[in-house]
């Protein structure tokens, strides 16, 4: 994969969701940067979602919503370090959001997870034909079978002395997505950015702290003081797929200390076991409500449709069951940022990778990510005011969903 995306050709075919179906490829303006092309609405939705500062720094190092905001009116003390925002304690690492989510999604969910706004967006696309006016959720749905199905092109080969060896098809995964979907009134696509910008733009985003900057030297490119640092990615939904291509970037890149985890990830057998030959630890949750055993439906489509009826690894206990708002479709349990037991789990995770304990998800270790991170647990989820969670281990179960 190229290593500056701004330099990258645009790809002149796509792949195709729907069989027998081949749009023409309707190139952007000359001389747009890769990185711009596509963007609207002031730049919170866009066809590819590098990672972009806000355009306003807040004025404190915490969190845009950081609950520091309570404390205006009251002249001296900031929170204990129990109940200050949590902000990852990794220099590298990116938030990969799924279907129907845009930019301004993305960063909200690094924000909320990491305590950054590292977050990267694969599926707002731009929309050719017929348009479908209710949702764009049909669309995204077949690219993320089409993105899995572009995964069998990346190959690793074991040498004599068992060493992994990655051959990636570059001229494949150089193809643009087209979702196709039949109308009355005649076909309508959406297209996406092809798998080597998808890496590409995740690789960047991961990279992009001013740490991370300063010890890559603006290179982008691992080195002696780099290669071994830990770099997480946290992959939600359908951003299972940018996770794996971003994940597969960074190798190429020269970094080796990478792990995948996620809620809910669409990702195929094939692309996990990749990753794992790779040396890359791959984790994917899912959840249910207190004594009810059962994932939600979404989580069990991908399961059962992308994933291969691959099982899930940790389930979730999200406490009380949950319900929709209007129109929710019966979806509030696939989402991660409503939940703080999942968030923290998603952190916890991290901490288990970083340390070399991958699957070690018990209470001591619990207690000893709490120790090194006393605001571990400290969650602002969705429309709710900042709590500790309870701890995500306890009603948790273990070894396939």
Same mark, same amino acid.
């Given at each position: 994969?190229?290593?500056?995306?701004?330099?990258?050709?645009?790809? /002149?075919?796509?792949?195709? +969701?729907?069989?027998?179906?081949?749009?023409?490829?309707?190139?952007?303006?000359?001389?747009?940067? *890769?990185?711009?092309?596509?963007?609207?609405?002031?730049?919170?939705?866009?066809?590819?979602?590098?990672? %972009?500062?806000?355009?306003?720094?807040?004025?404190?190092?915490?969190?845009?919503?950081?609950?520091?905001?309570?404390?205006?009116?009251?002249?001296?003390?900031?929170?204990?370090?129990?109940?200050?925002?949590?902000?990852?304690?990794?220099?590298?690492?990116?938030?990969?959001?799924?279907?129907?989510?845009?930019?301004?999604?993305?960063?909200?969910?690094?924000?909320?997870?990491?305590?950054?706004?590292?977050?990267?967006?694969?599926?707002?696309?731009?929309?050719?034909?017929?348009?479908?006016?209710? =949702?764009?959720?049909?669309?995204? +749905?077949? *690219?993320?079978?089409?993105?899995?199905?572009?995964?069998?092109?990346?190959?690793?080969?074991?040498?004599?002395?068992?060493?992994?060896?990655?051959?990636?098809?570059?001229?494949?995964?150089?193809?643009?997505?087209?979702?196709?979907?039949?109308?009355?009134?005649?076909?309508?696509?959406?297209?996406?950015?092809?798998?080597?910008?998808?890496?590409?733009?995740?690789?960047? +985003?991961?990279?992009?702290?001013?740490?991370? !900057?300063?010890?890559?030297?603006?290179?982008? !490119?691992?080195?002696?003081? @780099? #290669?071994?640092?830990?770099?997480?990615?946290?992959?939600?939904?359908?951003? $299972? /797929?940018?996770?794996?291509?971003?994940?597969?970037?960074?190798?190429?890149?020269?970094?080796?200390?990478?792990?995948?985890?996620?809620?809910?990830?669409?990702?195929?057998?094939?692309?996990?076991?990749?990753?794992? !030959?790779?040396?890359?630890?791959?984790?994917?949750?899912?959840?249910?409500?207190?004594?009810?055993?059962?994932?939600?439906?979404? $989580?069990?489509?991908?399961?059962? !449709?992308?994933?291969?009826?691959?099982?899930?690894?940790?389930?979730?206990? #999200? $406490?009380?069951?949950?319900?929709?708002?209007?129109?929710?479709?019966? @979806?509030?349990?696939?989402?991660?940022?409503?939940?703080?037991?999942?968030?923290?789990?998603? %952190?916890?995770?991290?901490?288990?990778?970083?340390? $070399? /304990?991958?699957?070690?998800?018990?209470?001591?270790?619990?207690? /000893?990510?709490?120790?090194?991170?006393?605001?571990?647990?400290?969650?602002?989820?969705?429309? #709710?005011?900042?709590?500790?969670?309870? =701890?995500?281990?306890?009603?948790?179960?273990?070894?396939?969903?």
């Amino acid at each position: 994969m190229a290593d500056n995306p701004v330099q990258q050709v645009r790809p /002149q075919q796509y792949v195709t +969701a729907t069989p027998g179906t081949q749009p023409a490829y309707v190139p952007p303006a000359a001389n747009t940067p *890769a990185w711009q092309q596509g963007w609207a609405d002031g730049g919170d939705r866009c066809v590819m979602a590098p990672y %972009r500062p806000p355009a306003v720094q807040p004025a404190s190092p915490f969190s845009v919503r950081s609950p520091l905001g309570m404390y205006a009116d009251q002249p001296v003390q900031l929170p204990g370090p129990r109940d200050r925002p949590f902000v990852s304690p990794y220099a590298g690492g990116a938030t990969f959001t799924g279907i129907t989510n845009g930019a301004a999604d993305a960063r909200q969910m690094a924000d909320t997870i990491n305590g950054n706004r590292r977050g990267v967006a694969l599926y707002e696309g731009t929309n050719f034909g017929v348009p479908v006016p209710f =949702s764009d959720a049909p669309y995204d +749905a077949g *690219a993320v079978q089409t993105f899995a199905n572009m995964g069998n092109n990346v190959q690793v080969t074991m040498d004599e002395n068992g060493q992994p060896h990655l051959n990636v098809d570059q001229r494949a995964l150089s193809s643009g997505v087209a979702s196709g979907i039949p109308t009355l009134l005649g076909p309508s696509f959406e297209f996406y950015q092809s798998p080597m910008q998808i890496g590409n733009a995740g690789a960047d +985003a991961a990279l992009s702290s001013p740490e991370m !900057q300063r010890l890559l030297g603006g290179q982008n !490119q691992a080195n002696d003081s @780099t #290669r071994d640092m830990f770099i997480p990615l946290t992959g939600h939904s359908g951003g $299972g /797929q940018s996770s794996f291509y971003s994940a597969i970037e960074l190798y190429q890149r020269g970094f080796r200390n990478l792990s995948v985890t996620g809620y809910e990830m669409a990702m195929s057998p094939h692309q996990r076991e990749v990753l794992e !030959q790779l040396g890359i630890p791959v984790t994917n949750m899912t959840g249910h409500n207190g004594d009810d055993p059962n994932s939600g439906w979404v $989580g069990n489509l991908i399961r059962d !449709q992308v994933n291969g009826g691959m099982p899930y690894d940790i389930s979730i206990d #999200r $406490g009380p069951v949950e319900q929709d708002g209007a129109g929710g479709m019966g @979806t509030f349990s696939h989402s991660v940022t409503n939940n703080e037991r999942v968030v923290t789990a998603l %952190r916890f995770q991290q901490y288990l990778d970083a340390n $070399g /304990q991958h699957g070690d998800f018990n209470p001591a270790m619990y207690r /000893q990510f709490l120790q090194d991170n006393p605001n571990g647990d400290f969650v602002w989820p969705d429309n #709710r005011m900042p709590v500790h969670s309870q =701890s995500p281990v306890s009603g948790t179960t273990t070894g396939g969903f």
